[in-house]
């Protein structure tokens, strides 16, 4: 009940399966799905997020799994049993299907592993 409530009034759905950690942030919330697994410690998500599994009715744990201090742009999609580590940042509308470890960003579609160094020069 609380879940279609939440989507009704804020135009977000969240799985009542999802544990999510303390100091969770989404700055806005429109459009965005979240089937997670869990989600860490301080990370903040943006709208129009999908966070889901490949399947249509998948078990629990073929849903994604996001670590702490993570960092997901505007339009991105974390889709399988994929596990991002702890301070990663995915970029705006990238589409992320497979594991990383700690510390990277992904960007693009599939997307890809950038050296964080590469990123911040950019900016």
């Known amino acids: 009940m609380l879940t279609w409530l939440n989507f009704y009034v804020h135009g977000?759905?969240?799985s009542s399966a999802c544990e999510i950690g303390p100091h969770f942030f989404m700055p806005h919330v429109s459009g965005t799905v979240i089937g997670a697994n869990r989600i860490g410690a301080y990370a903040v998500i943006y709208h129009q997020v999908t966070l889901g599994a490949?399947?249509?009715?998948?078990?629990?744990?073929?849903?994604?799994?996001?670590?702490d201090r993570a960092f997901i742009a505007s339009g991105a999609k974390v889709i399988g049993p994929?596990?991002?580590g702890d301070d990663v940042v995915v970029g705006a509308n990238a589409v992320?299907?497979?594991?990383?470890?700690?510390?990277?960003?992904?960007?693009?579609?599939?997307?890809?592993?950038?050296?964080?160094?590469?990123?911040?020069?950019r900016a």
């Not at 490949?54 to 073929?62: G, I, R």
């Open 12 to 14: 977000v759905e969240i």
């Open 54 to 67: 490949k399947e249509v009715e998948p078990a629990h744990e073929h849903r994604p799994v996001v670590g």
């Open 82 to 84: 994929i596990s991002l």
């Open 96 to 121: 992320v299907t497979r594991s990383c470890g700690d510390a990277v960003t992904l960007i693009g579609i599939p997307a890809v592993e950038t050296p964080r160094a590469l990123v911040d020069a």
